[in-house]
């Protein structure tokens, strides 16, 4: 009999102990044409980093599960909030599940036929990403936004689908959260 110690995360910061671990920073430079404004995108620290995923490598063996953790920074790129690039899975029909853990943000659901709708993140929010459906995090809080993610590693990732971009953006104005229905063309 063996006992094996599995990967801990700490549910208030979404940090991990006890790998295996794989980490990736996504920066301002390498999220070209994903913000509205050309701009201020140009303007910003190409260096500075928009999200970290840190995932637990496994194996991706028929049927098998990555479990990551997104820490999504606060932060704007002229008046529109910090997210993630989004993607559809490139196996369509594969679906995942969002757990909020810290931060406040929303997620961002867009079908096939471009319709889009938003649930709010918090710690202890359950997302159900149906398949089918492109997700992505926006960070409208003041703190980094986590979220812990698990996905069939068949799924893959579809970014090219999605160059027209997310149909709804979320900026600031006036200080507060405001919904924009966003045609690029
Ligand atoms: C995996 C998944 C998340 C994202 C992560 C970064 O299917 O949805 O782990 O990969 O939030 O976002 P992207 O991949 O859109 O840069
Ligand atoms: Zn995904």
Known sequence: ISITQPPQVAWASGQFTNGPLIRKSTRLQNLTHVFMDEK????????????????????PIAGALYTGVTHLQPGKVGDEYFMTRG?????????????????????????????ARLEPV????????PGFTAHRLINTGNDILSALAVWPCA?????????????????EEVGRVQLKEYHHD
């Open 122 to 129: 918090f710690p202890g929010s359950v997302h159900i990403i």
């Open 155 to 171: 799924a893959g990732h579809d970014y090219a689908a999605l160059t027209q971009g997310f149909n709804l953006r979320v900026v």
């Open 40 to 59: 201020a995108w140009l303007a910003c620290d190409p260096q500075q980093i928009v999200y970290d995923v840190e995932m637990v490598d496994s194996a």
């Open 87 to 115: 993607h559809f899975h490139a196996q369509r029909e594969q679906g995942e599940v969002y757990y909020g853990l810290r931060g406040s943000g929303l997620l961002l659901l867009q079908d096939e036929k471009g319709t």
